[in-house]
């Protein structure tokens, strides 16, 4: 018999019983396996996190808040770093007296397939650096939990659709997704599986509470969905750019920076000097393409440059400007943020052949810069193909084109965004903005925010006519300072160990640092966010 493939035998191998775990026994048992899913790192550390954990044990390590004590956490990984991550995570949860039960997929690739084989000697793999946690918490494999229900019921089936669709969108950055493609084939089995091993998993073992990365995509967004639907509390947690800080939702997608009730309890409260000079001190180095703190990204590649330099390299008149500011296509902060649009696209596209009607105001579209990092359309090309030749009120700046941003935001009259942060720094600035997208900052009282494509050009058309009129009050402008020193530096909370260069952070703080003395202060009403006591702002 002859295969085809190197795949096609291992996939043959691994219908035979154990095998791929002996393999894994006789081959690899006590070397790091030679693949893209590696534990190298948590293995290393474990001798030290199982010696600090069980110190801190041994110390009556007390939870401050009774009611969140000796919780029965579930926390769900999928790939390597999650789960790494998630392990470390989970030892300091049980190291302060929780039950905890890690979860996991021994996947290296969200969008690569695998052979079984593979799959099955990775899984192995895992199992053996997992289990040496087991004196302080416990795993479990999902490929190894009995699935439930065969069909899905239909609730379980839109939650698989959904997040499929956004698995799509977020792999290829596209927002049309079609459902003969591998790659949506590919989602729909993993989603589908874990769908039916999550429910298992979580209704047979009843935990307080379910934690999980992103919530938003991929499996650990099934998975999400899943423990919504169980009515079990869960909580959700993501980085962004800042070092010892993580962000934290309860009962909601971390990802959709839901920050009703931190603005309800601080919009009121005015910025102390100190604040402000702080919030002032981040803006500017924004401006600049400077790093600012514990800010671990630039913003920008090119420098100030100032607004009527700019001016001149665009060619503008001193007609009123427009500045379109896009995000990035298939970015997790647009997946399901349409309003009145069917997607971005469709609404640069509207917005585009709108101003091409109207001469009078000169348009910029400023195409995000994080798109020379991406594969999937740009949203450059979104605008040529509905304006081969660009009228001459419209101009184009591309990703790679070394402009500033901010400059161009110096001369605008007012702003268009979908979702980007550019609008929310526009309006810092008293400069009126429309906000298509479902945003973090929209309907904060500084933003113009259309709800359907009729009242979309109900506030465009005045606002043409006169941007002038429509500039923010003072009271506007300094709500909207408010708002972002509130989203900047109270939203984020402090955490030791962020997923990316986390090892290195926990060599600077390790478990014991972490939950003792100065680093139980900073991090210990973090911690119980994490096992699910609501954040009260």
């Known amino acids: 018999m002859a295969f085809s493939t190197k795949d096609d035998l291992k996939n043959l191998i691994s219908q035979i019983p154990f095998m791929a775990e002996l393999y894994w026994l006789v081959r690899n048992r006590g070397k790091q396996i030679q693949s893209r899913f590696s534990l190298q790192k948590l293995d290393a550390a ?82 053996a650096v997992l289990e040496k946690l087991s004196p302080i918490m416990s795993s479990t494999s999902l490929l190894s939990v009995k699935p439930n229900f065969k069909p899905l019921p239909p609730a379980v089936a839109d939650i698989v659709d959904k997040v499929t669709d956004y698995d799509v969108q977020y792999t290829l950055q596209t927002e049309e997704v079609d459902k003969t493609s591998e790659m949506y084939k590919l989602r729909l089995e993993r989603n589908t599986r874990i769908a039916r091993t999550a429910h298992a998993w979580m209704k047979n073992g009843q935990p ?72 002032k001190g981040l803006c500017s180095s924004r401006q600049k393409g400077a790093l600012w703190e514990n800010f671990a990204r630039l913003w920008q590649g090119t420098p100030t440059s100032g607004g009527e330099k700019v001016r001149q390299e665009l060619k503008l008149d001193h007609r009123p400007v427009a500045l379109l500011a ?85 001369i605008a009259d007012f702003g268009l965004v979908y979702t980007t942060t550019v609008g929310l720094e526009m309006a ?63 939203y984020p909370l402090p955490f030791p160990w962020h997923l990316v260069k986390g090892w290195e952070d926990y060599t600077n703080v390790n478990l014991l640092s972490a939950l003792t003395g100065d680093g139980k202060k900073k991090y210990e009403e973090t911690f119980l966010h994490l096992v699910g006591k609501p954040i009260k702002w």
Do not use: C
């Open 326 to 410: 896009t995000n990035v296509l298939g970015d997790s902060l647009t997946l399901g943020r349409q309003i009145f649009s069917k997607n971005m696209e469709e609404w640069i596209v509207r917005t585009v052949q709108y101003f091409a009607g109207v001469p009078d105001i000169q348009l910029v579209i400023r195409i995000h810069p994080g798109e020379v990092l991406t594969h999937g359309t740009s949203m450059e090309d979104v605008v040529r193909n509905v304006l081969p030749e660009l009228p001459e009120n419209i101009r184009l700046i591309g990703p790679r084109e070394e402009i500033n941003t901010y400059d161009v935001m110096e």
């Open 208 to 279: 307080d509470v379910v934690v999980i990365p992103n919530g938003t995509i991929i499996e650990m967004g099934v998975v999400y969905r899943m423990a919504k639907m169980l009515n079990i509390p869960v909580v959700t947690y993501e980085f962004g750019d800042q070092r010892d800080r993580i962000w934290i939702a309860y009962n909601d997608e971390v990802m959709r920076q839901n920050t009703d009730d931190l603005w309800d309890a601080r919009k009121e409260l005015s910025l102390t000097k100190t604040q402000m000079e702080r919030i």
């Open 46 to 127: 474990i001798p030290e996190i199982l010696a600090q954990a069980q110190q801190i044990r041994a110390s009556r390590f007390k939870v401050r808040d009774a009611d969140f004590a000796n919780q029965k956490v579930y926390i769900f990984a999928n790939m390597h770093f999650w789960i790494e991550h998630a392990a470390l995570l989970g030892s300091a949860l049980a190291a302060q007296g929780h039950e905890v039960e890690l979860g996991y997929l021994p996947f290296g690739d969200w969008q690569v397939p695998i052979n079984k084989f593979d799959l099955r000697r990775q899984n192995a793999y895992a199992k």
């Open 428 to 490: 810092m600035s008293g400069i009126p903005v429309v906000v298509a997208g479902n945003t973090h900052y929209r309907t904060r009282g500084f933003t113009l925010d259309p709800d359907s494509w009729v009242n979309y050009y109900k506030i465009l058309k005045p606002l043409v006519d006169a941007p002038a009129k429509f500039r923010l009050t003072k009271e506007q402008t300094e709500l909207a300072w408010r708002y972002a020193y509130n989203f900047f530096f109270e």
